[in-house]
């Protein structure tokens, strides 16, 4: 019995041991023929560069794509497979073309790529601008020519200065009298009617193709909540005789103006300025409406000369040492002096200015001005020094040539 109990007992031993020998041995054994390990298919099929994994195998999206196209992504073993790119457009926003057009002096600007992908309305800054504007008249002497002609120079086609021409036909020479018509210039306005007539009749008889005309200006109206500006009916800009070349009628016009409003200590004349070098009118002021072919805010004639003979007894918001005196609320709106300097360089303008009394705290400012336009401190004058306005005559024959 011990015998048999003992020969079974071995049996069953190599039994046991056999089948854990065929386990242990079948983790590393070699495939059935044909077989791939599952290690093996993950390699075969990498995912695609910087591909996202995703979830739903055959599942198919669109998506924006390049410069405003589409394009399709389609689930493939786990990672999505993006499509071709379809229906692009020419360009990619804030690109430019390749093209310019013309603009300002002599400068030039490119299409700008808008958010569809296409070049639309929108345009670049100009860029390369010259001095002024071309054909524009810059300087008049006639001094060396008979009478009814003058040297001229000119700016040039290419936007830069000429040189003084040989004595030609006078060129018509427009001058803008712009007026502060705010209520601290009432008792002011009478001083000035028998000086800028008799400047204008002096002016007529020496140089026969000069006009004027009559502009005024109170202030830009201040903005909701903001004591700095003028009252709400305030005007930067009044648009009142356009150049005439009757001294009649020009005295009539600038007896019949009215001084009131203008709210700060400080008044508008650099807007004033700014709207007869052309630029677009803000919603508060009152523009000239022109009878014939004019040119610009002042109601130019074409080829002519154009000056502005300012009277005031105020410094000017945005004029030198006025920087951004608007504050915040207008900023950009405005001009500042140099946005209006440019514009009124460009076109040949020279600016004279007439106090009603000495004053050095306007002087300053004023005579920058003038100086920036061409000028000089003589063409600043307060009529206190000679009531007849004889220092105005001469700062003008001076200008002129005469």
């Known amino acids: ?58 599942e198919v999206l669109e998506r924006p794509c390049g410069d405003c196209g589409m394009t399709t992504i389609r689930c493939v073993n786990g990672f999505w497979e993006r499509g071709p790119c379809l229906g692009e457009g020419p360009c990619t926003p804030g690109e430019r073309s390749d093209e310019a057009e013309a603009c300002g002096r002599c400068g030039r600007r490119f299409a700008l790529c808008d958010r ?50 040989e004595c030609v ?71 009142i005789l356009e150049p005439t070349d009757s001294p009649l009628e020009l005295r009539l016009a600038y007896e019949a103006l009215e001084a009131r409003n203008g709210g700060d200590v400080r008044e508008s004349a650099v807007e004033a300025l700014a709207h007869l070098a052309g630029k ?31 009277y005031t007894n105020a410094r000017s918001h945005m004029g030198p040492g006025e920087e951004g005196s608007y504050g915040d609320a207008l900023d950009g709106v405005v001009s500042s002096w140099d946005e209006a300097r440019e514009e009124l360089a460009a076109q040949g303008m020279r600016l004279f200015v007439v106090f009603p009394a000495p004053s050095f705290e306007l002087g300053a400012q004023y005579v920058q001005m003038v100086e920036e336009l061409g000028g000089s401190e003589l063409d600043v004058v307060a009529l206190g020094t000679e009531g007849d306005g004889a220092e105005l005559q001469r700062s003008f024959r001076s200008a002129l040539g005469l």
């Open 280 to 310: 677009t009118p803000l919603p508060s002021a009152r523009p000239f409406t022109c009878t014939d072919v004019r040119e610009g805010g002042g109601c130019w004639r074409p080829g002519s000369w154009r000056l502005v003979l300012l």
């Open 1 to 58: 019995m011990s015998l048999l109990r003992s020969f079974l007992l071995a049996a069953l031993t190599a039994a046991c041991a056999t089948e854990a020998g065929t386990d242990a041995a079948g983790s590393d054994a070699a495939p059935p023929d044909g077989a791939v390990p599952d290690a093996a298919v993950d390699a075969a099929v990498p995912p695609p560069d910087g591909a996202m994994p995703c979830s739903l195998e055959g």
């Open 116 to 165: 569809t992908c296409a070049f639309g309305e929108e345009r670049s800054a100009c860029e390369g601008e010259g001095f002024c504007e071309a054909n524009a008249v810059l300087d008049v002497e006639v001094s060396s020519c008979r009478a009814g002609q003058a040297q001229v120079r000119r700016c040039l086609p290419g936007c830069a200065r000429g040189r003084f021409s």
């Open 169 to 239: 036909a006078a060129p018509p020479v427009d001058i803008m009298v712009l007026v502060d018509l705010t209520q601290d210039m009432r008792a002011e306005l009478p001083l000035f009617v028998e000086p800028l007539e008799a400047l204008f009749v002096d002016l007529q008889e020496r140089y026969p193709r000069v006009r004027m005309g009559l502009a005024g200006y109170q202030d830009v109206p201040a903005p909701e909540g903001s004591s700095i500006g003028g009252f709400r009916v305030d005007a930067p800009f009044l648009g």
